[in-house]
């Protein structure tokens, strides 16, 4: 411990107090400067750029990252999709032409990586928490000798997801193959979902169960603000 | 700070001027440019490039650079290694490599210098690692052939990731085995044959032959799965999704 004195000594060295005032406005400038060219990037590059692979696009669409989607799925956007990270959709060589369709004000959050080999569809007003899988198949088939021979998944292993209206997915869930989750429901962070979530329900834990269920909400639709 | 004031003003839009502003912000900065019609087989071309380019420039730095320098740090390589970004390797660890693995991204392989043997980290032909994995290898690690491993699962054959490598025990994942997304396996645990660990697990017991196991801790939910000889080959009910009532 003694011999390191003189080490830590150096790595705590700080610039006096009263130069912040002289480093203050760069600290701004910095963040002001690096915004400025995230800006330009996914104004002009990322977000362009995948509109241009999907077959389409509502409008507002927002992207941090340009979105890993080099497969051969169809991919349909609503309006005001806002992606708050890296999103990745793969799909394997299994179908033609997966679904993959995501509705309208669904907020995903970083790193949210999907496998849409069959079909993936999120409804309205849905956040993901980031760090998210949603996967529609395991990517090996179950089958030992199968998985050996390097033999994709048979196709009633994959089974399509559906993530309906108002649906909360907190943060590292992993969503495996065949579960819908119904309208307005939660689902605990971390949670592993093998089963189907009954709408206006909390559910969480690996795997997940239920936890509370919620008041559905009357008609009268809650406001924006 | 006065900026901080105008921003916290304008997000909470407490005049006309300044709900005007925020409209004004959230149109700027929270959009992307309108792709029109006749463009968009371009951009669609260009996303494509964008990708292509990615994928190549990361091919030709794992065959020419990072493929050797890992090579080069392992005890022994077999045939046909293919590498797409370079694996960190902390400690004196010792790594065998069998035919025809593949790593998938970055993984950290750490070891301690205080376990006083040399640990061994061992890999058999065909195994296919994924990306993120982390292995901490204090005393031994083994993976034989044919083991499928996903992205972002931990090794740990001893409890303390830094100085202090207490009462290591090796791990050993049989041939056959497939370990899902984000599992830990901890110390002193072998996975049978074929044995199937699902997302998300924590393995902290042994896990028999050809049974499929999840859960924190994990707990085998299904024997017999996965085609043996002397299993009639049938789905096991236990696996079918139960309802979350």
Redesign the interface.
């Known amino acids: 411990m003694k011999k390191n004195r003189k080490s830590q000594a150096a790595a705590c060295w700080r610039l006096p107090v009263w130069t912040a005032r002289i480093f203050r406005p760069f600290y701004y400038l910095h963040f002001a400067v690096a915004d400025f060219f995230r800006w330009i990037y996914r104004v002009f590059y990322a977000g362009p750029l995948f509109e241009g692979r999907c077959s389409s696009v509502g409008r507002g669409f927002y992207t941090m990252k340009i979105p890993d989607a080099t497969s051969q799925c169809n991919m349909t956007l609503g309006d005001d999709v806002a992606f708050l990270g890296h999103v990745g959709v793969g799909s394997g060589r299994v179908f033609d032409a997966p679904a993959f369709s995501i509705g309208n004000r669904v907020t995903l959050g970083p790193t949210v990586f999907f496998t849409a080999s069959k079909e993936v569809r999120i409804g309205d007003d849905v956040r993901i928490g980031g760090g998210s899988r949603i996967m529609d198949s395991d990517g090996h088939p179950r089958d030992t000798a199968a998985r050996v021979a390097d033999m994709p998944p048979p196709a009633d292993e994959i089974k399509s997801i559906h993530i309906g209206s108002k649906v909360d997915i907190g943060r590292k869930s992993i969503i495996l193959k065949g579960v819908t989750i119904g309208e307005g429901a939660q689902v605990g962070v971390n949670s592993v979902v093998v089963a189907n979530v009954p709408a206006y329900t909390v559910v969480a834990g690996n795997p997940a169960r239920l936890v509370s269920r919620k008041q559905a909400p009357s008609t009268a639709a809650v406001g924006n603000e | ?1 006065i ?1 901080d004031e105008l921003i916290v003003k304008i997000k909470r839009g407490e005049s006309p001027l300044f709900r005007f502003m925020r409209r004004c912000a959230q149109t700027i ?7 029109p019609k006749p ?10 490039a ?2 292509g380019t990615k994928f190549f420039i990361n091919w030709l730095l794992g065959f020419l650079y990072r493929g050797p320098l890992f090579q080069a740090r392992c005890a022994s390589v077999g045939k046909n290694l293919h590498i797409s970004l370079l694996p960190e390797v902390r400690g004196p660890v010792e790594i065998h490599l069998g035919d025809n693995v593949s790593i998938f991204g970055a993984n950290l392989i750490e070891s301690s210098d205080l376990c006083g043997v040399t640990p061994q980290l061992i890999i058999g032909n ?1 195994v296919d690692l994924g990306h993120g994995l982390q292995f901490l290898v204090n005393r031994e690690v083994r993976i034989d052939d ?1 083991v ?1 491993v ?1 992205n972002f699962v931990r090794f740990m054959d001893s409890d303390d990731f830094n100085s202090d490598p207490s009462d290591p025990k090796p791990i050993h994942v049989c041939r ?1 085995a ?1 370990i899902g ?2 599992s830990f396996i901890l110390k002193g645990v072998t996975i049978g044959e ?1 044995a ?1 660990i ?4 924590v393995v902290k017991t042994d896990i028999p032959p ?1 049974s499929v196991a ?3 801790p994990a707990r085998v939910v299904v024997k017999n ?4 000889a002397d299993s009639a ?1 049938t789905e096991p009910a236990a696996l079918k ?5």
């Open positions: 700070m900026i900065l929270y959009s992307t440019m309108p792709v463009l968009k087989p371009l951009f669609a071309l260009g996303y494509r964008h990708f065909r044919d499928n996903a056959y497939w997304q984000d074929g199937v699902g997302v998300n697990s050809y999840m859960g924190n799965v996965g085609g043996r080959a999704p139960e309802p979350t009532q």
